[in-house]
């Protein structure tokens, strides 16, 4: 069966990926797989740690969307695809991948997921998370400051020179291409489990676990 590809996208720290993971939990185990396209930041091993540190992460560009796009289509054909993992400290590829066989339902997430064409173009559902900026902002904090070794400064410097317009951009106006939209993330137990029911029904007696 060809794969149901969910694309989930929102402003960082909007709780897609909490939306992401309880799609996952509702569903059978061996049947769903999350593809973050955080993972496909290109490796930019060509210029310093301190050079890395300064780019502009939040834009399109930044990211090896092609490379996602051809993992998709390869996985819609039956293929396993290869994975990059991405080292947030660091700012570079690890040397390792992760292998991800087909399952019946491939989620894709991440900020920039219906900007580009190509991408939308392999998505069947797209849902778009959609939480107010002063949560967002506090989240990243916390998550940057605990999970990636980050700095308060860092993070206020960052915030303001490329998350903040890069959301304004990019991220917010690529609402439009969603087919549903989540307020508040995580804590929208109703609008999740009405993408989770579309989804058994779309996929059928498999999904029912």
Same mark, same amino acid.
């Given at each position: 069966?060809?794969?149901?590809? &969910?694309?989930?996208?929102?402003?960082?720290?909007?709780?897609?990926? =909490?939306?992401?993971?309880?799609?996952? +939990?509702?569903? @059978? @185990?061996?049947?769903?797989? &999350?593809?973050?396209?955080?993972?496909? !930041?290109?490796?930019?091993?060509?210029?310093?740690?301190? +050079?890395?540190?300064?780019?502009?992460? $939040?834009?399109p560009e930044s990211l090896e969307t092609e490379l996602l796009?051809?993992?998709?289509?390869?996985?819609?054909?039956?293929?396993?695809?290869?994975? *990059?993992? !991405?080292?947030?400290? =660091?700012?570079?590829?690890?040397?390792?991948?992760? %292998?991800?066989?087909?399952? @019946?339902?491939?989620?894709?997430?991440?900020?920039?997921?219906?900007?580009?064409?190509?991408?939308r173009d392999q998505l069947d559902i797209k849902i778009y998370? $959609?939480?107010?900026?002063?949560?967002?902002?506090?989240?990243? &904090?916390?998550?940057? &400051?605990?999970?990636?070794?980050?700095?308060?400064?860092?993070?206020?410097?960052?915030? !303001? %020179?490329?998350?903040? *317009?890069?959301?304004?951009?990019?991220?917010? *106006?690529?609402?439009?291409?969603?087919?549903?939209i989540i307020p508040e993330g995580g804590d929208n137990k109703?609008?999740? $489990?009405?993408?989770?029911?579309?989804?058994?029904?779309?996929?059928?007696? +498999?999904?029912?676990?």
């Open positions: 069966m060809r794969p149901l590809i &969910i694309g989930v996208a929102g402003g960082s720290g909007s709780g897609k990926t =909490t939306v992401a993971r309880r799609i996952v +939990e509702a569903l @059978p @185990p061996a049947g769903v797989n &999350i593809l973050e396209h955080d993972a496909y !930041y290109r490796d930019r091993g060509d210029i310093s740690y301190e +050079e890395r540190c300064g780019l502009n992460f $939040d834009h796009v051809e993992h998709l289509a390869a996985l819609r054909e039956g293929a396993a695809i290869d994975v *990059p993992r !991405y080292d947030f400290k =660091t700012h570079r590829r690890a040397p390792d991948s992760r %292998r991800v066989a087909p399952t @019946p339902v491939v989620i894709v997430e991440g900020i920039l997921v219906f900007v580009e064409a190509k991408l998370v $959609d939480t107010d900026a002063d949560i967002r902002a506090f989240r990243r &904090i916390r998550r940057d &400051i605990e999970h990636r070794g980050r700095t308060f400064d860092s993070i206020r410097e960052q915030y !303001y %020179r490329t998350v903040r *317009p890069m959301h304004l951009m990019f991220v917010e *106006p690529s609402k439009r291409w969603a087919d549903v109703i609008g999740i $489990d009405l993408v989770i029911a579309l989804i058994r029904q779309m996929r059928g007696a +498999e999904m029912a676990g």
